[in-house]
């Protein structure tokens, strides 16, 4: 098994929605935030803030936000990976999706398959990008993913997905990678907290910034400006501006450094 079992508690959980991070290939704090498990650019899996049973119906307090609208009953697997990726013309960025990184993926994804008695199907083993499609429920524009870049032959959301579920399938039939499995943890004295936020450079000519997600327009970034990212929803960052401000901007056009 990959995943340690400290960290699949009893909850009855009815999907896995899978990501990747938008981000560099290390596990950000933003990162552990949002997803349940992330997996690394090495491979590396690293468990999230938040625990599975979180999201648990029906959610009381705080819980993983991953998916829009679909975080109910929802495991939240994330690959720590394409900051500054494009979807057309395809670029996978300076941070690409990894082949250690993806067969570490589906072998998490299998393990908490079978730990939560998931079968796996459209519905229930799922890309972001699939969402809207496969269960109906709108998403603003997600593309995690539609390419791969350890498979470049593939394209598109659902070409992607069946192969993702057939990748899981394997190795759930004891068939295909089965990467070292995460030793249970050590607590230990770690040192000085992380700082809570990222830091971004702006890449469009001109980014509008936003008062909420899709909110009023309060303002504009030039590119080349610095913003740090203190929190993400759906694709949009909440950055403060090099003035101090607050407000969204869409993380399409930023480039974490």
Avoid at 159 to 188: N, W
């Amino acid at each position: 098994m990959t995943v340690p079992a400290s960290w699949m508690p009893n909850a009855s959980m009815q999907r896995i929605v899978c990501h990747w991070s938008a981000g560099a290939h290390d596990a950000s704090w933003l990162d552990r935030k949002h997803y349940h498990f992330i997996i690394e650019g090495d491979g590396n899996l690293v468990r999230g803030d938040r625990s599975v049973s979180d999201n648990a119906a029906p959610i009381r307090g705080a819980y993983a936000a991953h998916t829009r609208n679909c975080n109910t009953g929802s495991i939240g697997v994330s690959m720590a990976c394409m900051a500054g990726a494009v979807e057309r013309p395809f670029d996978a960025g300076r941070y690409p999706m990894t082949r250690p990184q993806w067969d570490a993926f589906v072998a998490t994804v299998a393990d908490l398959c079978q730990r939560y008695g998931i079968k796996v199907t459209p519905k229930t083993v799922l890309s972001h990008a699939e969402v809207q499609s496969n269960l109906g429920i709108a998403q603003r524009g997600k593309w995690d993913f539609t390419r791969l870049p350890p498979f470049p032959d593939l394209v598109g959301a659902k070409v992607c997905g069946d192969f993702m579920r057939a990748s899981v399938q394997q190795i759930l039939a004891g068939e295909g990678p089965k990467p070292k499995p995460v030793e249970e943890p050590v607590e230990a004295d770690q040192g000085e907290p992380e700082a809570m936020e990222l830091r971004g450079v702006v890449t469009a000519g001109w980014l509008n910034f936003r008062r909420s997600p899709m909110g009023d327009i309060i303002g504009g970034l030039p590119r080349g400006t610095a913003i740090a990212v203190i929190d993400r929803d759906e694709g949009w960052y909440q950055a403060r501006s090099p003035g101090g401000y607050l407000g969204w901007v869409s993380g399409r056009y930023v480039d974490i450094v």
